[in-house]
């Protein structure tokens, strides 16, 4: 097989329709667009939504609900969530920062920690991160260990 001897598939291509060629061809005078008005006119159509001047869809039905803007999504804090089964991998008595969960693959560098209480911890750590869930809390203090808040 070589690329000159490609085709595309029988019946997937047809031949271009050529309008404004005269009354014979079918496609003359007003080349199919009809007679007047905006979808005659170059560069006029109408957009999908449009209802010939009817209330439009979007704007009949009610509003519900609340959208947030996009400035305050950007300004709102982010968290890397970190779950508690991650941190199987440490050994007995280690402190654990954001610096460590970095280096290991856990957590992305210049983002703020959130430790989540998923999975289960059986060894006393210290954990250091910028905040913690209530569960999360919980399983670090009944293992021994301790959960410190890094300020700012």
């Given amino acids: 097989m070589n690329l000159k001897d490609i085709k ?4 997937s291509t047809h031949k271009k329709k050529r309008v404004g060629r005269g009354i014979g061809s079918g496609h003359g005078k007003t080349a199919g667009r009809g007679h007047k008005g905006r979808g005659s006119r ?5 957009p999908v939504r449009y209802e010939g ?13 609340f959208r947030r803007l996009q400035k305050n999504e950007q300004a709102r804090e982010r968290f890397v969530e970190v779950n508690l089964g991650k941190l199987i991998g440490f050994a007995e008595g280690d402190t654990i920062d954001p610096a460590i969960l970095v280096d290991r693959g856990l957590a992305r ?5 959130k430790v989540l209480g998923g999975g289960e911890l059986k060894i006393r750590l210290s954990v250091r991160a910028h905040a913690f869930s209530g569960s999360a809390r919980e399983k670090i203090a009944a293992a021994g260990g301790s959960a410190d808040l890094i300020e700012g």
Avoid: F, H, W
């Fill in 53 to 65: 001047g009817q209330m439009p869809l979007s704007r009949r039905i009610p509003k519900r609900g």
């Fill in 42 to 46: 170059a560069g006029g159509n109408t």
């Fill in 8 to 11: 595309p598939a029988a019946g």
């Fill in 109 to 113: 560098a210049g983002r703020k920690i």
